[in-house]
């Protein structure tokens, strides 16, 4: 397939472009490095199939000749970048997946949604399925990034019903991996590059609450065969395996053989207390189960930071 893939050069985007090509397809990456990296994808360059396109897709997305596929994952999507870039998180969520819905109409092409779990907010049920419509505070400070994805997904099943169009949408839980950012705020990395520093692990509230964390390879793997599947509609892409945030400091001590101490700090707005997917539905349609175990996945990370820090 000829693939358009949005936020190509972010995390989780330069991992999606290197499953996609060692697959076969050919793949069009479109980022305005707002907060991905040229060096997330510098060993693609030059090779057979990946061309690079630095453009905002709030502004406007085209590409010549024909697309089968368009996957939108453009965002800023930690919550230290959200909170920074609230009004381009919003653009991303609605504009550009507006333009990026209208190529894939315009390509008779498929059109693939990278939502997320935050669409789910600070949940009332444990764990969640996509029949949950979700506990979202619409106008607090976390709602740029959470109600940019409720509508993007609300955009792309109106494509569906009006136009036709062939959609799919994941529901991404808290991802990690090699290749993100050391400052980006995400709880793994803000652990994992403490502990490599030998300074505090900040631990916001009193670490009681809850998440699931899917190594990356576990996670692009899925939302191929989201892409590659027949089902119209929300997926949950994610380990059901669930932590406290203290287990996880605990974990990242453990494999670095940091001596470092765990500080607490106030717990940030509207922050979820327990964070947890359903993947029953990926396992029945795709046969989709994460591999990677944490302390698996900690220790391939742990070493991508100590070599390129």
């Not at 709602?143 to 959609?167: C, I, Q, T, W």
């Not at 990395?189 to 403490?194: A, G, K, P, R, T």
């Not at 997917?277 to 046969?287: F, K, N, Q, R, V």
């Amino acid at each position: 397939m000829r693939v358009v893939v949005t936020g190509a050069a972010g995390f989780l985007g330069s991992h999606l472009c290197d499953l996609l090509l060692g697959r076969g397809d050919e793949v069009v990456g479109i980022d305005n490095l707002c907060t991905g990296a040229v060096a997330n994808i510098a060993h693609l360059a030059g090779r057979d199939g990946f061309s690079f396109v630095r453009r905002d897709v709030s502004s406007r997305v085209d590409v010549a000749g024909s697309v089968d596929a368009v996957m939108h994952l453009a965002s800023p999507a930690s919550p230290k970048a959200y909170l920074a870039l609230p009004i381009e998180t919003l653009k991303a969520g609605s504009l550009g997946t507006h333009n990026t819905l209208g190529l894939a109409r315009d390509k008779g092409a498929r059109y693939f949604l990278a939502s997320t779990s935050e669409v789910y907010g600070d949940p009332q049920v444990d764990p969640q399925d996509e029949t949950y419509w979700g506990h979202v505070n619409p106008i607090g400070p976390r709602s740029v990034y959470d109600e940019a994805k409720r509508f993007a997904e609300a955009m792309s099943m109106a494509y569906r019903r009006v136009h036709g169009l062939d959609v799919r949408i994941s529901r991404t839980f808290n991802t990690y991996g090699p290749r993100m950012r050391p400052d980006d705020g995400r709880v793994v990395s803000n652990f994992i590059v403490q502990a490599l520093a030998g300074t505090p692990l900040t631990v916001y509230g009193d670490g009681l609450q809850t998440r699931s964390f899917c190594y990356v390879e576990d996670q692009v793997r899925g939302l191929v065969a989201l892409l590659d599947s027949d089902h119209v509609g929300p997926v949950n892409i994610g380990n059901p395996d669930e932590f406290t945030v203290l287990e996880l400091a605990e974990a990242v001590l453990d494999a670095t053989g940091s001596k470092s101490e765990i500080v607490f700090e106030p717990l940030p707005t509207d922050d979820p207390a327990q964070r947890r997917p359903d993947i029953s539905l990926a396992t029945e349609l795709m046969g989709w189960r994460p591999d990677v175990a944490l302390g698996e996945g900690l220790r391939r990370t742990i070493s991508w930071f100590a070599a390129n820090s």
